[in-house]
């Protein structure tokens, strides 16, 4: 159970377009759905948090226009990297957490690697 | 704010000694403590947590990790590594049950012959 899917696992774009990634639900309803970004030998840098049916709440730094979430239902969000530069291109794993559970254990996608060429 | 400290960015020991990986964190509440495991290439697969009662978790693998409030530590273990387990380690720490989470820099674990 409580397993997290992302769609695609690579993706490669030329620079100027946008890119959708995909993050699913699959045995399991998420209220909350969060959207990380790992560089080359990093951590985790949390990008945002998104919750169904509201606007996602964007972490210090990170471009809310650029970095588009949507949370449309209970299983799925989305992040859409809207004109894509090379300076995009890293790992970016979705993480969800259960609905209804008292502790903030998150569940992760398998991450997509994007390549802006 | 909260914040996690993993010393040592690279842990290596021989299979079948002893796996220690040390995470200290700081958190002005009751901190819920994390470790998660990294295979190359992959998502995050949750190892343990801590969020209260028993100091002591045990996880999957036979990894565990104790709570030491004094220390401000979660240190986790293992006493007989395996090939399999060289992987990324993340220790993560979240003041109470609905706050984001923040990562460790990372462990990277290699296990050799």
């Known amino acids: 159970g409580a397993v997290v899917s992302q769609h695609p696992s690579r993706v490669i774009c030329k620079s100027g377009t946008s890119v959708k990634i995909e993050c699913r639900s699959l045995d399991f309803q998420a209220t909350t759905m969060f959207w990380y970004r790992q560089f080359p030998k990093q951590s985790l840098m949390l990008m945002a948090t998104s919750n169904e049916g509201s606007k996602a709440t964007y972490e210090q730094g990170v471009e809310k226009d650029k970095f588009l979430i949507n949370h449309a239902s209970l299983t799925l969000s989305t992040l859409t990297v809207t004109s894509a530069h090379p300076e995009d291109s890293s790992f970016y794993i979705c993480?969800?957490?259960?609905?209804?559970?008292?502790?903030?254990?998150?569940?992760f996608g398998p991450g997509t690697r994007l390549t802006v060429l | 704010a909260q914040s996690v400290t993993q010393l040592g960015s690279h842990v290596s020991v021989s299979e079948g000694a002893l796996v220690l990986l040390r995470c200290n964190y700081s958190s002005s509440v009751p901190p819920y403590l994390f470790w998660y495991v990294q295979y190359p290439n992959q998502g995050l697969q949750l190892l343990l947590k801590y969020t209260t009662g028993a100091t002591l978790v045990k996880g999957i693998n036979g990894f565990e990790a104790e709570f030491k409030k004094s220390e401000t530590s979660f240190h986790l273990t293992k006493p007989s590594a395996h090939m399999s387990d060289a992987a990324e380690y993340f220790c993560a720490v979240s003041e109470g049950g609905y706050n984001k989470l923040i990562f460790g820099a990372g462990t990277r674990l290699a296990v050799h012959p």
């Open positions: 993480s969800a957490r259960i609905m209804g559970v008292s502790y903030n254990e998150q569940f």
